[in-house]
């Protein structure tokens, strides 16, 4: 059965830090893996998609990486700011159970102005 | 391009009721995704509907059903309502069924059971 789990589970920087989300998954027989942000009582934003045959995705001050045979993946942030505290939420697509996604219980994440 | 949309935003209901949920997905997706939101359990998979099949079920019982209409929006109905199904409910679409699918999420259902 396959099991994801988020280090830590919450986190709070200043302003401008640059940070690292942890994700741990158990079977490395996913599809792909891909990054969410919700916000408090809202649903999720996709924030990047890495493919099982990509080691690295990024969009903006956002870099996610994937090793697939240890089972990880980090969320780099870079230049935090306040608009970025939410909870962020990591999920793999395993091979086993098609299409549905299997998450973290997710990193809180709070930037101090 | 509209998202993936749901109603209603907050649903209340006492225990032994039936509750419905719907969900639009994204112009031109046909597979659709329902999660469960409860607090201290994170979020688990409930269905997976494509082409207006059921595709795929999460360990949730029977009471736990829903349906994919011919314009692809969906209904998730859930019967004999418990007080822990009091929760976030998610909904999901893309665009095809294939695994490397992004799934796009709506802004929930929250259902609370009293």
């Known amino acids: 059965k396959q099991e994801v789990t988020q280090i830590p589970a919450a986190l709070s920087v200043p302003e401008g830090e640059n940070l690292v989300l942890n994700c741990s998954f158990t079977d490395s027989a996913i599809y792909n893996l891909q990054w969410f942000r919700q916000d408090p009582g809202k649903g999720l934003t996709s924030l990047l998609l890495i493919q099982s045959s990509q080691r690295e995705q990024t969009s903006g001050r956002l870099n996610a990486s994937l090793d697939k045979s240890s089972g990880r993946s980090t969320l780099y942030i870079a230049a935090s700011q306040p608009g970025d505290s939410a909870t962020y939420l990591c999920?793999?697509?395993?091979?086993?159970?098609?299409?549905?996604?299997?998450f973290g219980a997710g990193t809180i994440l709070r930037v101090k102005s | 391009e509209a998202g993936v949309t749901q109603s209603p935003t907050h649903l209340i209901k006492t225990r032994g009721q039936q509750a419905t949920l719907r969900c639009s997905p994204i112009s031109g997706h046909t597979s659709v995704y329902w999660y469960q939101q409860a607090l201290g359990l994170g979020l688990q998979f409930l269905l997976w509907?494509?082409?207006?099949?059921?595709?795929n079920r999460g360990n949730f019982p029977p009471r736990f059903s829903g349906r994919q209409f011919p314009n692809y929006s969906s209904e998730l109905n859930v019967n004999a309502l418990e007080l822990e199904d009091s929760a976030l409910y998610l909904c999901?679409?893309?665009?095809?069924?294939?695994?490397?699918?992004?799934?796009?999420f709506g802004p929930g259902t929250r259902l609370l059971v009293l």
């Open positions: 509907y494509d082409e207006g099949e059921e595709r």
């Open positions: 999901a679409s893309s665009s095809t069924s294939g695994v490397a699918e992004t799934q796009y």
């Open positions: 999920a793999v697509r395993p091979m086993e159970y098609g299409n549905k996604l299997v």
